[in-house]
């Protein structure tokens, strides 16, 4: 698939037509869906009508957009009016949103087209995509493994080339992670800089929603095209937004990058280890001054997560009660009974062990001792961040401790499951911008991901950093053999 750029000089030259853009994804989605089941929902028909209008605008004469008749992936946890969304659960089957959310009617306007609807884990609670309700989603670089969570069916159409670019969301690494393990570039950014309204909520202080894309400009363009201030969500940023691709420069001079000596430890594949200190290395080749940072909390980002995330999403889940929407229990007795019941039959088992958790940790008499210790330990992880970026930039680290592994290896026992998202989490406690960026390839021919980590609002650096090392690399050239 190409890049936005060389599309949109496509469209603006009429050497292709943005229908013709769209069908040729549609084609692939066609062909590889079978065996890659990224998407739960394939919406053709909205698509082409979405690359008529745009082919229409520049017979017109109109100036276009970067984004106008670009195919694009929607995670399944984005609203979208009219067009089902299920957040991977059998709880929200059949579920038509009467509103759009904020990020999608952006790119509507600017004339994105959506191909179609991505599988996650439920309700974004996994890191394997393997949560999901309808299907699990395989990794397109090997497909007895997986692509990540949760954020996996975005992660995955983006690598195979079914779409351009897609959006996901990142709540303790569910964009990076998977980015990583797919190959390709995922950017969480800071916390409140893109709206969360008509994104279903996971854990209301540390979801945020970003791109996913095969280029470090095509990320920062998806980016610079969803940010910005939006009165209908409470915590979004009201501040200017810059445009990021001004900040492409493939020079790190005068740049200062801290290593996360922490990240560096127990746990870490050594073939992880290498290609990042391999990256490392060039990136002081490209000019950055290379620093050791010490992070001593980030070790306790997992635990701390463990009692913020669920108590959220306990709160945040309470309305799935088949009321209003979504699934209702046959036979109940009454009102209670078809509480129990319809929660019992439409969440799936890892959002019912975290709803589990996340209400034990907020009932009375245990409030005190982990959730209130785990926010302050959150404000603990937060000062080390503080503190690191008075030395330096970016901050560098290892993604994931390993590259993807099997479907089904690790399902039996969660908690090695919620280890492969330890070195992203931290980041989101801390509310800060993440990166992921392809860095090598283990001897099985894995894609291993760079995590770069920025100050608040200072995706600028992040994306001058990411691009420049990967202009100075080859990695995000290699395509998975489909």
Not at 6 to 23: F, G, M, N
Request: net charge negative; aromatic share 8%; glycine share 10%.
């Amino acid at each position: 698939m190409a890049s936005i750029r060389e599309l949109h000089q496509q469209l603006v030259s009429k050497t292709r037509s943005a229908t013709e853009i769209t069908q040729a994804a549609l084609a692939t989605i066609q062909q590889l869906e079978p065996k890659l089941h990224s998407f739960l929902l394939v919406t053709a028909d909205y698509a082409l009508a979405q690359a008529s209008r745009v082919d229409a605008q520049i017979a017109a004469g109109e100036e276009i957009g970067w984004l106008a008749g670009i195919p694009i992936g929607i995670k399944d946890n984005f609203c979208t009016q009219g067009i089902a969304t299920t957040c991977g659960s059998k709880i929200l089957s059949g579920f038509i949103p009467p509103y759009e959310s904020t990020v999608t009617r952006k790119l509507n306007l600017g004339g994105a087209v959506m191909v179609g609807k991505t599988n996650l884990d439920e309700f974004a609670m996994g890191s394997s995509t393997e949560n999901s309700a309808y299907q699990v989603t395989a990794n397109p670089w090997d497909l007895t493994r997986v692509p990540g969570g949760s954020s996996g069916g975005s992660a995955a159409a983006v690598s195979a080339g079914e779409c351009v670019v897609a959006l996901g969301s990142d709540t303790g690494g569910s964009i990076r992670q998977p980015a990583a393990f797919c190959g390709v570039v995922g950017l969480k950014p800071t916390y409140g800089l893109v709206s969360r309204y008509g994104l279903v909520a996971f854990a209301s202080s540390l979801d945020q929603i970003g791109p996913f894309a095969t280029s470090v400009e095509d990320a920062a363009i998806l980016l610079g095209a969803i940010a910005g201030h939006d009165p209908q969500d409470a915590t979004s940023l009201n501040v200017p937004i810059s445009d990021y691709t001004q900040s492409l420069i493939p020079d790190l001079k005068g740049k200062k990058i801290g290593v996360i000596q922490e990240t560096f430890g127990e746990g870490l594949d050594p073939i992880v280890a290498e290609a990042v200190q391999q990256a490392i290395q060039q990136l002081k080749d490209l000019g950055a001054e290379i620093r050791e940072i010490s992070c001593p909390r980030f070790r306790y980002g997992l635990p701390t997560y463990y009692i913020i995330a669920p108590s959220e999403a306990s709160a945040n889940l309470a309305r799935y009660d088949g009321v209003k929407y979504g699934l209702r229990a046959k036979d109940a007795d009454n009102l209670l009974s078809m509480y129990a019941k319809t929660r019992a039959e439409g969440f799936g088992t890892e959002v019912k062990r975290r709803i589990m958790i996340g209400t034990y940790a907020l009932s009375s008499g245990y409030y005190d001792a982990y959730y209130l210790k785990a926010q302050k330990v959150r404000t603990l992880i937060k000062q080390d961040f503080e503190a690191a970026f008075e030395q330096v930039d970016v901050l560098v680290s290892p993604t994931c401790p390993t590259t993807a592994f099997k479907a089904g290896e690790k399902t039996a026992d969660p908690l090695s499951m919620y280890l492969s998202d330890l070195m992203t989490i931290p980041v989101n406690l801390a509310g800060l911008p993440g990166l992921s960026l392809p860095c090598g390839f283990d001897p099985e021919g894995l894609p291993i991901g760079l995590q770069m980590i920025g100050n608040v609002l200072r995706e600028d650096q992040l994306f001058q950093a990411a691009y420049a090392y990967e202009q100075a690399t080859e990695w995000h050239k290699r395509t998975p053999k489909l």
